[in-house]
Structures are given as structure tokens and as C-alpha cells.
């Protein structure tokens, strides 16, 4: 605050302090603009795709404020056809004719940048995949779980599989298999099917009583995926 003298209106010799306050600054956004960022994808995270092809074009959607649509930013995908995961480096997209039809619209601020962001990928197995970023080679990335809570996705290929590209081991489709389960794979008269047997010794009757054994069998395509 700061004091000032002023004189009285009658035009009288007395001289009466005053105070002058100076108006209050609004407070800071708790929200800046420039800390919005969200990451949207076709195949779609936190659900199951099936897609026609066996060879699919990722695509990540990118909302980023305007003031950061320049900033070089990094994008990967990171896929596993079991417990094993690969990391596929997107590449930034220009071509808007190639853009998913479900990123195209958005209920976002109008002031945030769309940067799309593409890989292909084969899908030869029931794929599980997730997305990280980063807006430079220098910062960290950020896994889109942990940025905005969207689980991993799966993409499973509807087309018939060849024969041949079908796995003859079924720990690659069932993920912890029970050690003790013995599967043999079978030659399926339908194209693109796959079969097993599976087999494992349990106790004989006792007397006129049956033998009961309750066998954890797996999770079909990883966890969170498919019930047992």
C-alpha cells in the first residue's frame, strides 16, 4: 500500500492522509493450458479389437496446447504376443486421408493441437499393447497408464490364420499355463483353427468314493484379459 497526501475540498490549510489501494491480482489458473495433454488410439486402449487385416496400422492421437504442438515430441508403442514385450517407435503423420475415422472427432478444448502418430504392426497373435511419450529426447516418458489411467489394449486378427503361423505350443497362447498340464497340439481339419489335448494324472477312486482335483489352468491372452 502506498500513502498519499491530499488537500481538503474547502480550500483550507488542512491536509488530511489518505490511502490508496492498489487492486488485488487474480490468482494463478491451478489448470495451466499449457499442462494439458491427452492420448487417445485406434486400436483402442482398455478394450479388445478385432481387426480384418493381419497387419495393422497403430495410430496415436496426441492433444497437446498450442504453445507445445512444436516441441519435438516422441511417441512408441509397445506390444507383446505373451509376457514379452517389443517397443515400435511411431512416426509423426501428416496425411489426414489416413486418420481413423474415431480420432478425427474430439470433445477436448478447441485450443489443443491434434499430432498423429503412426506404426504398423503384424498381428499374427492376440496382441496386448500400450503407448508412452515424451515431448523430447531429453525428458522422460510417460506411460499413457500412468498419465491418464487407460489400461492396456488388446487386438486380436479375425482373418484365417495360416496353418503355419499357428503356434504348436500353448504356453504361447495361455499365459502361466500350469507346469503340470501335458498339451499335445493337434492338426485341425478346420483352416486356421488350432487344437490341443490336455492332460494331467490325478488320484483313483477310493472305494466307492470319486477323486476331486481342482487344476488352475491359465489366463488366455494375458492378465486382466479373459477369465480363467
Known amino acids: 500500500m502506498a500513502e498519499q497526501q491530499s488537500i481538503s475540498a474547502d480550500g483550507g490549510n488542512g491536509v488530511f492522509p489518505t490511502q490508496s489501494i492498489r487492486e488485488p491480482k487474480p490468482p494463478p489458473?491451478?489448470?495451466?493450458?499449457?499442462?494439458?495433454?491427452?492420448?487417445?488410439?485406434?486400436?483402442?486402449?482398455?478394450q479388445i479389437t478385432y481387426v480384418a487385416q493381419?497387419?495393422?496400422?497403430?495410430?496415436a492421437l496426441l492433444e497437446v496446447d498450442a504453445g507445445r504442438a512444436d516441441d519435438p515430441w516422441q511417441v512408441s508403442l509397445w506390444?507383446?504376443?505373451?509376457?514379452?514385450?517389443?517397443?515400435?517407435?511411431?512416426v509423426l503423420s501428416k496425411d489426414p486421408?489416413?486418420?481413423?475415422?474415431?480420432?478425427?472427432?474430439?470433445?477436448?478444448?478447441?485450443?489443443?493441437?491434434?499430432?498423429?502418430?503412426?506404426?504398423?504392426?503384424?498381428?499374427?497373435l492376440p496382441t496386448s499393447f500400450t503407448i508412452k511419450f515424451r515431448n523430447g529426447s531429453k525428458q522422460s516418458w510417460k506411460w499413457v497408464k500412468e498419465h491418464q489411467g487407460t489400461p492396456d489394449g488388446t487386438v486380436l486378427s479375425k482373418s484365417v490364420t495360416p496353418q503355419e503361423s499357428i503356434s504348436s505350443h500353448l504356453?504361447?497362447?495361455?499365459?502361466?499355463?500350469?507346469?503340470?498340464?501335458?498339451?499335445?497340439?493337434h492338426r485341425s481339419q478346420s483352416p486356421g483353427t488350432a487344437l490341443w489335448s490336455v492332460e494331467t494324472p490325478i488320484d483313483a477312486v477310493d472305494g466307492d468314493n470319486s477323486t476331486v482335483k481342482d487344476i488352475k489352468f491359465g489366463i488366455p491372452w494375458g492378465d486382466r484379459k479373459f477369465s480363467r
Do not use: C
Open 29 to 46: 489458473s491451478g489448470n495451466p493450458s499449457s499442462m494439458k495433454v491427452y492420448l487417445s488410439t485406434f486400436p483402442g486402449l482398455g
Open 79 to 90: 506390444h507383446a504376443e505373451g509376457t514379452e514385450w517389443q517397443e515400435s517407435p511411431m
Open 54 to 59: 493381419n497387419t495393422t496400422i497403430f495410430t
Open 171 to 185: 504356453g504361447d497362447y495361455i499365459e502361466g499355463l500350469n507346469p503340470i498340464l501335458q498339451s499335445k497340439s
Open 97 to 124: 486421408e489416413t486418420y481413423p475415422i474415431s480420432l478425427q472427432s474430439s470433445n477436448l478444448s478447441l485450443n489443443l493441437r491434434k499430432l498423429y502418430f503412426t506404426t504398423p504392426l503384424a498381428i499374427p
